[in-house]
């Protein structure tokens, strides 16, 4: 089991980025997907988390009207659209699986989550 984020990078504030978080080793279909970030200093963040059975997303406070999340399950794919990038996104995000497949991904709770990837570098700057 396996979940690789990527697509970070460096972006100007105001602008956008594209996440994606690659699957292996499972079948996707089964399991809610969770995004996150951790900034220097700072606890691991819920931003989104999206259902396996009818596609519900849900959004955290900090990202919620800029992010959007999708999902395709044939090319075991999930995405976190980033819009209006702030200086205070800069973090390294977050891919996981829903192990718990309850509250978890309604909540984006960080606990209930596993297979954690290597991350993908945000850095929002002019």
């Known amino acids: 089991v396996q979940l690789q984020a990527s697509g970070g990078g460096l972006v100007q504030p105001g602008g956008s980025l594209r996440l994606s978080c690659t699957a292996s080793g499972f079948t996707l279909d089964d399991w809610a997907i969770g995004w996150f970030r951790q900034a220097p200093g700072k606890e691991r963040e819920g931003l989104s988390c999206i259902m396996n059975r009818d596609g519900s997303a849900y959004y955290g406070d900090s990202v919620k009207g800029r992010a959007t999340i999708s999902r395709d399950n044939a090319k075991k794919m999930v995405y976190l659209q980033m819009n209006n990038l702030k200086p205070d996104d800069t973090a390294i995000y977050y891919c996981?699986?829903?192990?718990?497949?309850?509250?978890?991904?309604?909540?984006?709770?960080?606990?209930?989550?596993?297979?954690w990837g290597q991350g993908t570098q945000v850095t929002v700057s002019s």
């Open positions: 996981a699986l829903d192990l718990i497949a309850g509250d978890g991904c309604v909540l984006i709770d960080a606990p209930s989550f596993g297979a």
